[in-house]
């Protein structure tokens, strides 16, 4: 599809500069712009590029000044947020390449489940008795959906999810290859003969609204009542959540985190990449932790900001570090102290012999 800089702007309420007719096909990166493709500049540091790419339409920011003169083939479009913007695009074209509603053949959806309109179910999918899956869900081939779980309205579930019975996952969220939602959690209690005792896990898990969980991420069920992702959150690939988790409105997680079980996290967090939170502790709302840190203990002040491991305050832990660099020079003046004050002992016990 083609689309020209007057459409583009007024999707975005935004002003041209340039050639209102110019028309693009594609989206690319600034660096890397070719002609007829649609990029966007928000962060300074790609600047120079504004000058020599092909790129035929660019979204900026209303604060932005061109340097020098730009190339004849290029029209910008002014907006209040460019990344937000160009945001906004790819959402659109990501709906636009979403599958059409249809059952494909070799899926399995049992007569107890419901299914509502306009729903995608890809090849060799299994939905089980008493599955919910509303309105424009997408369900990806190879989908495990277990019994009683509840899809909610435009979902997307994408292929080799399983997701295990009694789990619900709320409207708008998506879910990528790999995850398992509602494995039982980590129970286990030691015996008489000091082997390990499995205990049930008769719990859940919930997603509410607007999650995002990225690949091969696990959240374990709940040993009694509810693991809890809350509106908003996005975990990103390979997160490990422990069971009765609670993660708090629009918190963020990186890559290789993991959560033990029954912590709570607060809103609007951000999480590190690496990071172990220990269980049964509570963080609360704001707390920033930088990338492998390791968190023992529950923090009550909003906002901290943690690095470490063990994590303490940053502002502290920066100092620490500084020490901790000079570290091989405060030893070697150490020494070369030391020795100085050998010789002086030696010298004092030759002249008082």
Do not use: W
Request: charge should be negative.
């Amino acid at each position: 599809m083609e689309f020209s800089a007057t459409q583009i702007a007024q999707l975005l309420e935004g002003e041209i500069v340039g050639n209102p007719s110019a028309t693009v096909n594609g989206l690319s990166k600034i660096e890397e712009g070719k002609s007829g493709t649609l990029s966007f500049l928000a962060n300074p540091k790609y600047e120079p590029y504004v000058y020599t790419t092909q790129a035929s339409i660019i979204i900026v920011n209303n604060t932005f000044v061109a340097e020098k003169e730009l190339a004849d083939h290029i029209t910008l479009i002014k907006v209040e947020d460019a990344y937000g913007c160009f945001a906004k695009l790819l959402g659109m074209y990501d709906q636009a390449m979403a599958k059409q509603p249809e059952v494909e053949k070799m899926s399995h959806i049992s007569p107890n489940a419901t299914i509502g309109e306009n729903v995608y179910i890809g090849a060799f999918a299994y939905i089980s008795d008493g599955a919910v899956i509303e309105d424009n869900a997408h369900i990806y081939p190879n989908t495990f959906i277990g019994d009683n779980v509840k899809i909610g309205e435009g979902t997307k579930v994408f292929a080799g999810v399983n997701i295990y019975r009694d789990c619900v996952v709320g409207k708008h969220c998506t879910i990528h290859s790999g995850t398992v939602i509602g494995a039982d959690g980590f129970g286990f209690t030691p015996n008489a003969e000091n082997n390990y005792q499995k205990v049930p896990q008769i719990g859940n898990v919930i997603l509410e609204d607007h999650v995002e969980i990225g690949a091969n991420t696990c959240i374990d069920r709940a040993t009694l009542g509810s693991t809890i992702i809350k509106k908003g959150v996005k975990l990103d690939n390979l997160v490990q959540i422990g069971h009765n988790v609670v993660i708090g409105d629009n918190t963020v997680m990186a890559a290789q985190a993991g959560v033990a079980g029954s912590a709570k996290l607060g809103k609007n967090m951000m999480v590190g990449g690496q990071v172990g939170i220990v269980g049964h502790i509570d963080l609360a709302d704001g707390v920033l932790i930088g990338a492998q840190s390791g968190v023992p203990k529950t923090i009550k002040k909003k906002g901290t900001t943690l690095l470490g491991s063990p994590a303490y305050d940053a502002e502290d832990y920066k100092k620490s570090y500084m020490g901790f660099r000079r570290l091989p020079q405060i030893l070697n003046r150490l020494r070369d102290l030391e020795n100085e004050l050998k010789e002086i002992k030696e010298s004092n016990q030759k002249t008082n012999g």
